[in-house]
Structure formats: structure tokens, C-alpha cells
């Protein structure tokens, strides 16, 4: 069984900073691309940030110069580093990836995700 489990969310106040964790666990043998998705109340989810095995990022406007995805030294880790926050970053994150496992079969996996809330 391959999951992902997320760490590093909570309260922080406008203009501070968070890292956010995740790690997958089970039969992986490959991950070619690992990410942040974010949903706030009455939004749709959306891509906050993902990277590829070969490092390629992606960000959206929103968010592009202030968070930063980055795997882990660990295989099949990722961190999101997220500064300059603002109130509107305030959602849940999860994190996301595509595996191969050991059966050589594909999936795209979800964390159950963690609460990012920025206030004063």
C-alpha cells in the first residue's frame, strides 16, 4: 500500500513563512512528478507548485517567487517552502504524486492534507 502523509501546516501570521513535509511510503520505484495542491472553502482545488524527477518546477501567478517545491533528499519526498504569506493562502494543502510500484502499475495518490491558515 503507497500513501502520502503530509507535515508542517498551521497558523501563521500574515508575512510569515511555513515548510510543509511530505513523504511517500510503500513500494515505490519511481516518481516522475510530486506536487502541492490547495483547496480553499467554496473554491476548487488547484496546483500550487510541482516538480519532476529531472527538477522542473511549475508555479502558478499566485504564488510564483514566494513558495518554493523542492525533493527531499530522501527518495520520494517533497517540501513546498512557502514565504511572504498572505491571508488568500489560507486553504488546505495536500500533496500529490504519481508512483510506479514494484508491479511496474501507475497511480496518482493523494495526502489527506494539512491546514495552512494565515491570520493576524
Known amino acids: 500500500q503507497v500513501r502520502l502523509v503530509e507535515s508542517g501546516g498551521g497558523l501563521v501570521q500574515p508575512g510569515g513563512s511555513l515548510r510543509l513535509s511530505c513523504a511517500a511510503s510503500?513500494?515505490?520505484?519511481?516518481?516522475?512528478?510530486m506536487g502541492w495542491y490547495r483547496q480553499a472553502p467554496g473554491k476548487q482545488r488547484e496546483l500550487v507548485a510541482s516538480?519532476?524527477?529531472?527538477?522542473?518546477?511549475n508555479y502558478p501567478d499566485s504564488v510564483k517567487g514566494r513558495f518554493t517545491i523542492a525533493r527531499g533528499s530522501a527518495e520520494n519526498t517533497v517540501s513546498l517552502q512557502m514565504n511572504s504569506l498572505k491571508p488568500e493562502d489560507t486553504a488546505v494543502y495536500y500533496c500529490?504524486?504519481?508512483?510506479?510500484?514494484?508491479?511496474?502499475?501507475?497511480?496518482?495518490?493523494w495526502g489527506q492534507g494539512t491546514q495552512v491558515t494565515v491570520s493576524s
Open positions: 500529490n504524486a504519481d508512483v510506479i510500484v514494484h508491479t511496474l502499475r501507475q497511480y496518482n495518490i
Open positions: 510503500g513500494s515505490i520505484v519511481y516518481s516522475p512528478v
Open positions: 516538480i519532476t524527477s529531472g527538477g522542473n518546477t
